[in-house]
């Protein structure tokens, strides 16, 4: 990463997850990175998307060894309980849509809630969230998916609001939505079969951060962009 300053320090929230795990191991790497916390339900200290407490508890551990310079939210689901993804309005059902909207869009903007505070003022600071080009709007040509679309669509909306405002107490940071193609994970498993294209964790961990680390200071923050760089539309 470098158009971070050296030393600098990363978070990575649901790095129990394929990718998640994946960019806290490309962190790692860097030898100009000082400090990665790598956050879960099952870490230390502990973070549940569904628990704004323990969301903010979280943050708060992390306080004292403010600035973190990058944020990445590596969480999303496509299948979030026992039904799958609905590929008709037939299909819809209210439960299973607010699980989709909690995982995929609430959890992830409660995490930019708390943890933007831990950016520095002054000086580049990137935030991301992991988004999916099936949650663009005007690029949808196909349909179903409903929950898993319009979770993602909304997440979008959560960052692009929540970068204007960013912008006026920390200027020199940029928020961004990505999305990391077809990656080979739990998530995509029940859906991509071992012949259909697609990469590994690591692979797309190394996209997503170049990406990042190429965004302009100016004019960039509240972008979607997919894993090469490219714009999505909303």
Not at 99 to 109: D, E, K, L, T
Not at 153 to 164: D, E, G, I, Q
Request: hydrophobic share 50%.
């Amino acid at each position: 990463m470098e158009s971070l300053p050296g030393g600098y320090r990363a978070v990575v929230v649901g790095a129990s997850g394929a990718i998640g795990g994946a960019l806290v191991d490309a962190l790692r790497a860097d030898p100009r990175c000082a400090e990665v916390a790598a956050l879960s339900r099952r870490g230390t200290p502990p973070l549940d998307l569904g628990d704004e407490v323990s969301i903010a508890a979280a943050a708060q551990a992390l306080a004292p060894r403010a600035p973190w310079h990058l944020v990445v939210v590596a969480t999303g689901a496509l299948q979030t309980g026992p039904r799958t993804p609905e590929k008709r309005l037939a299909d819809l059902d209210a439960a299973s849509l607010a699980r989709a909207f909690a995982v995929n869009a609430i959890g992830p903007a409660l995490v930019v809630k708390h943890f933007h505070a831990l950016l520095p003022r002054d000086g580049r600071a990137l935030l991301a969230v992991l988004s999916a080009r099936v949650g663009s709007i005007g690029d949808n040509r196909k349909g179903g998916w409903y929950g898993y679309r319009a979770s993602k669509a909304a997440l979008n909306m959560l960052l692009k609001s929540a970068a204007l405002e960013v912008a006026r107490q920390r200027p020199q940071a940029v928020l961004a939505a990505l999305h990391p193609g077809t990656v080979r994970s739990p998530l995509s498993a029940p859906f991509v079969g071992a012949a259909d294209p697609a990469s590994e964790p690591a692979t797309a961990a190394r996209h997503l951060l170049s990406v990042l680390d190429t965004l302009p200071a100016e004019g960039a923050s509240g972008c979607f962009r997919a894993w090469d760089g490219t714009p999505i539309p909303w």
